[in-house]
């Protein structure tokens, strides 16, 4: 690092002291840092970096589960973890309202409020990645869900949600599996999806990606569906033995697990017909196995009271509204065009999700302008 970056001043006790606190930094990593702390100097005004500006550029930018890999910090340092801009929830509430009109489902403006104050820190942080997510089901069955994902910030989703009357135990082991997952494996943040007119619905457990949970460690959970162990063995043969993520429906009273594209390898058109058959499923159009090919997860969902798999998703992210597949559904180009989204950058997720009742897509519009798709991207 040169003694100076950008107009802004390294002494060279502070390149030392970076270079103490982040040993193992990988290089590239290392130069978004050294832009970080730049930005806190210029916002003091000032023409040479401090540890403060150094420490809170870590801290501030480090996701929650990481930071204990920052070392050497002193504790008498008090460092404002605060955002430095938070996003307006009065506009995020009028772009819900908004979304929904386009999706054609009603909004009730009401619950959104009420739900977007009792997580007010995660939906208004800047970092947290937000995002819209609707369907190509027909009208009277569609729905709009809001959504963050949430890794820098230390918060229990669940128990916020219980105080504050947004769920109610229902004596369901779906009741326990939040606290019997926490327990047991590795959590480095959580989500939560909402409904515009339903309310609470789901809360996502982040997985670290490079501590993926062996899949038949999942069926010792007290409160998992034991319909899983009926596959563990065929999800395997696939090479989706590892999970990153699993969700919770507190609704629907199910479950999904996550299996990442980095662990089971690219998909072939064959392959993936020969997964959704032996799963149990018809097999879809060639137009939809081609897009479930090309995924970068694959999750199923399983619920307590059967003991099949429910349904089967296939993820993808479109990095323009170009690569949405409006081929597939006249609704999903309508979507699209105009759904609300912060900032530039229109980016969406999609997922083809199979299903016995029958084949949809889900369409998820980026409303944090980026950060929900390239994250998927990145570390996935």
């Not at 959504?147 to 369901?172: C, F, Q």
């Amino acid at each position: 690092m040169s003694e100076q970056v950008c107009e802004i001043l390294w002494s060279k006790k502070m390149q030392e002291y970076f270079n103490s606190l982040t040993p193992n930094m990988p290089e590239g990593l290392r130069d978004r840092y050294i832009g970080y702390v730049n930005e806190n100097a210029r916002a003091r005004g000032a023409s040479e970096v401090t540890e403060l500006d150094i420490i809170t550029a870590l801290l501030r930018n480090t996701p929650v589960f990481f930071r204990q890999n920052i070392s050497n910090i002193p504790k008498d340092i008090k460092v404002d973890l605060s955002p430095l801009t938070k996003r307006d929830l009065a506009l995020m509430s009028d772009d819900i309202e908004k979304a929904a009109k386009i999706a054609e489902v009603g909004c009730n403006k009401e619950l959104v409020n009420k739900i977007l104050n009792v997580y007010e820190e995660q939906f208004s942080h800047p970092q947290v990645a937000v995002s819209f997510r609707t369907t190509t089901k027909p009208v009277e069955k569609r729905s709009l869900d809001v959504r963050y994902v949430d890794v820098w910030t230390s918060h229990d989703p669940y128990a916020m949600a219980i105080e504050n009357g947004l769920l109610v135990k229902s004596g369901h082991p779906v009741d326990n599996l939040f606290y019997d997952i926490k327990s047991n494996f590795p959590i480095m943040g959580y989500g939560v999806d909402f409904g515009v007119l339903n309310g609470f619905a789901k809360i996502w457990m982040r997985i670290p990606t490079h501590l993926p949970v062996p899949l038949e460690k999942l069926q010792l959970i007290p409160s998992f569906p034991d319909s899983l162990k009926n596959y563990i063995s065929l999800l395997s043969k696939y090479s989706m033995d590892r999970i990153i993520m699993v969700g919770i429906d507190y609704i629907h009273k199910s479950t999904n697990i996550y299996f990442v594209k980095r662990y089971y390898g690219d998909l072939s058109t064959e392959t993936v017909t020969s997964l959704i058959s032996e799963l149990g499923f018809p097999v879809p159009s060639n137009e939809l196995i081609e897009e479930c090919a090309h995924a970068l997860f694959f999750y199923c969902t399983f619920t307590w009271d059967s003991p099949k798999i429910e349904r089967l998703s296939f993820h993808r992210v479109a990095h323009d509204q170009s690569q949405v597949p409006v081929h597939l559904h006249p609704f999903l180009e309508k979507y699209s065009l105009n759904a609300p989204i912060l900032g530039d950058k229109r980016k969406f997720m999609y997922t083809v999700a199979l299903s016995p009742k029958g084949n949809y897509i889900k369409l998820e519009s980026d409303y944090s302008s980026g950060i929900m798709a390239d994250a998927l991207v990145e570390t996935y």
